[in-house]
């Protein structure tokens, strides 16, 4: 029993502390140490127990799966600071521009092809709101419905392979990434057409609200653009069919994919020109800064599992999830309503870290198909990157917004999007068939 308590303990002190704006790699590494100091006094183990520490953390270090992380966020960021991003708003925008809602619909497709070139959501919302947005304003778009469309499609970038998510979620759940990453595509593609059909029924039923670009903006050479639509479009999208299409049929593994498409985006900057000393050392900071935050959360996660498996916390969370009533339904529904709430305070990568530890036995004594489980959990994370009011998307694009859009109307505008990704979750319940391995 005292077990029990020591891990409930652990885990509510981690709560605590977060929630004070302790960060959260030093939460879980001072946790982890004053428990461990609990357990000695207890008996329930020695001061050698932490030797396992060191080790541990070698073994994360030299993880493989982990290292397709950098890779595809530094893939993502050379395409953004070399403006190849801009280049496919701007081009995709001429080319629906004519349609009324045709704006509304480029973003949703540039958003899905920056989700399968990014996988980051910072990166696609503020690179589509500070180009689409003032666009779609100045040409009469409902402030609700752009500041909505770009802030959900900004987060496809949770859901749609190479989603540095579903990396995570695969190293945490003993999966294969590209069985992951499989088996999120027609989901995310989903959640993409759900979108664009939304944006339709708008344009459609109020017209006014998603207005066609008057004749005085559009391209007046419709050659041109399309030849102009084919240099910027194609080269992208044959390198994203290149990383997914070698790890879906078994040529590379993610890590080498995302190293193939590391390269490829360098190629792509070099090629248009635009791989300049600044880009790149933009491009490698923020690498940089993104990966040794996520290996400082490695550190304090390594400790702190390892301190509450001392306790004995995983054999108390295992008792208490498979005992829940609705047994598998029941322990789904608990762990998504959880991670939603989380999510609205703490990052993706330190809901993997920190929850998916102690969950996962649980989840496997259940019987629950993790490739499934993990695919469903990416879709939840990207719902709460929309909820007001602490949505991470929702900052990202008030950060870039004009002061103009009031909050209210960023808010108001997700609304829809929400039951959009809810409706797509709901989905993957009833017809888990909809998560196929290709």
């Not at 695969?170 to 990453?181: E, N």
């Not at 004995?312 to 789904?332: A, S």
């Not at 990052?347 to 019987?367: M, N, Q, S, T, Y």
């Not at 009011?389 to 694009?397: C, N």
Request: glycine share 10%.
């Amino acid at each position: 029993m005292t077990e029990g308590w020591l891990g409930g303990a652990m885990f509510l002190a981690l709560l605590v502390l977060l929630f004070v704006g302790v960060p959260v790699a030093f939460a879980l590494g001072g946790v982890a140490l004053l428990f461990a100091a609990v357990g000695v006094e207890a008996g329930l183990f020695d001061w050698h127990l932490l030797l396992a520490l060191p080790e541990r953390i070698f073994g994360t270090m030299a993880n493989t799966i982990l290292l397709a992380v950098p890779y595809f966020i530094f893939m993502g960021a050379v395409l953004e600071k070399s403006r190849l991003a801009e280049d496919l708003l701007e081009t995709i925008g001429q080319l629906f521009g004519p349609l009324r809602g045709g704006l509304a619909y480029a973003v949703v497709l540039v958003g899905t092809l920056l989700a399968a070139a990014t996988g980051v959501v910072g990166a696609s919302v503020t690179a589509m709101g500070l180009i689409s947005l003032p666009v779609m304003l100045r040409y009469g778009y409902d402030p609700r419905l752009a500041a909505g469309v770009i802030a959900a499609s900004g987060t496809l970038g949770q859901i749609i392979p190479p989603s540095v998510v579903l990396v995570v979620l695969g190293d945490q759940l003993g999966v294969s990434v590209g069985a992951l990453f499989s088996a999120a595509l027609v989901p995310g593609l989903t959640l993409s057409g759900l979108y664009l059909l939304y944006t339709a029924l708008v344009a459609w039923l109020a017209p006014r609200r998603a207005p066609a670009l008057p004749p005085d903006a559009r391209p007046a050479d419709l050659g041109a653009l399309l030849r102009r639509v084919m240099r910027v479009l194609v080269p992208p999208l044959v390198l994203i069919l290149l990383v997914l299409g070698s790890i879906f049929v078994g040529v590379a593994t993610p890590t080498e994919a995302g190293a193939l498409g590391a390269v490829g985006a360098l190629g792509l900057a070099l090629a248009h020109r635009r791989l300049t000393k600044d880009a790149l050392v933009a491009s490698l900071e923020s690498t940089a800064r993104l990966c040794i935050m996520v290996m400082f959360l490695l550190v304090g996660s390594t400790a702190f599992a390892l301190v509450f498996r001392g306790v004995h916390g995983d054999i108390w969370v295992e008792h208490f999830f498979t005992n829940l009533p609705g047994g598998k339904w029941g322990l789904l529904l608990f762990t998504h309503l959880l991670v939603f709430l989380l999510s609205f305070f703490i990052d993706f990568f330190e809901i993997c870290f920190i929850v998916l530890p102690i969950l996962l036995p649980a989840i496997r004594a259940l019987g629950v198909d993790p490739v499934w489980f993990g695919v469903t959990l990416g879709m939840n994370l990207q719902t709460s990157f929309l909820t007001p009011p602490f949505g991470f998307a929702l900052f990202y694009l008030r950060g870039v917004a004009p002061r103009s859009l009031p909050t209210t109307a960023i808010y108001r505008g997700v609304v829809p999007f929400i039951a959009l990704q809810l409706v797509a979750l709901t989905l993957l319940f009833l017809f888990p068939g909809l998560a196929v391995r290709l």
